[in-house]
């Protein structure tokens, strides 16, 4: 099995092989959402913690129904009611729940590098499950295997990444990922939210959201992360609605199959509006489904199992 990794920390430690290994166990593992008994014995007897620091719908909830699908236990950690509102510490909360002998940890967490911080004590597999600003791979990794739904491969696609470059978790694992691919990456935004220095990613830079769409055929909306945000990177919503908030207009410039991606949660009429969240165009509800096949691969390819004998 061309996967070799303990944990999931991010999309720059993996290979491109190894991502393609992932959205092909994902494809194997996709129909069983489908089935009337949603449920294989795969990871039968294994144990995983799903430990949100952050709010979450999507991420927290496809990890769990993709560890029940493959027979796992989950126990779902909820900050707010833990005893870290009685001022446990992050490293003697997770310590605590290491001693339960999980076999992964499953982390979000605000500050960039928790999941990192968290190898250099804990036995578990850990993967990250969006940590500060840096990573959110498996969100990346469905994302790609949306792509590649809809367009078959990456080679020669125009991918224009459209926002809050800046705070966004979800822009620099896809940067990573597609580039790794072979897409051509467009990032567009106010400046102050985006970085010159991303550059060095080998992606095209610009800030005028028309010239961006001109030609692509994907097209990803980030939402503005205010909880990010010390200070105002633009005058209002208003101005940055009217700059960079994709319309039916403006989707006309890009290709006539272009397709439009969201990582949700999506605030309607501000980077996306209505009429294009709902459109045919959108697959934002198809990265959702997508993500429970992706996250159920990671799992097994983590934690291994019995697939052969799970399918007969
Ligand atoms: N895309 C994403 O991470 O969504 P949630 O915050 O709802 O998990």
Known sequence: MAFK??????????????????????????????????KVPILRGKTIINLFFEPSTRTRSSFEL???????????????????????????????????????????????????????????????????SHEHPTQALLDAFTI??????????????VGDILHSRVARSNIFLLRKLGARVVLVGPPPLLPLEMKKFGVDIGFNLDRALEGADVIMMLRIQMERQQKNFFPSIREYRNLYSLTEKRFRRA??????????????????????????????????????????????????????????
């Open 5 to 38: 990794h303990k944990h999931l920390l991010g999309i720059q430690a993996l290979t491109p092989s190894e991502i393609i290994t992932v959205l092909d166990t994902a494809e194997s593992f996709y129909e069983i959402s489908t089935r009337e008994v949603k």
């Open 66 to 132: 993709a560890a029940k699908r493959l027979s796992a236990d989950i126990v779902n950690f909820n900050q707010q009611t833990s005893s870290a509102v009685k001022g446990e510490s992050l490293k003697d909360t997770i310590l605590t729940l290491e001693a339960m002998n999980p076999d992964a940890i499953i982390i979000r967490h605000s500050c960039s590098g928790v999941p990192h911080f968290t190898t250099t004590f804990c036995q578990s597999h850990i993967i990250n499950a969006g940590d500060g």
């Open 148 to 161: 590649r739904q809809e367009k078959k491969n990456f080679k020669d696609l125009k991918v224009t990444i």
């Open 255 to 312: 290709k006539k199959k272009a397709i439009i991606m969201h990582p949700g949660p999506i605030n309607r009429g501000v980077e996306i509006s209505a009429d294009m969240a709902d459109s045919a165009k959108s697959v934002i509800l198809k990265q959702v489904e997508n993500g429970i096949a992706v996250r159920m691969a990671v799992l097994y390819l983590l934690l291994g199992g019995k697939k052969r004998e799970a399918f007969a």
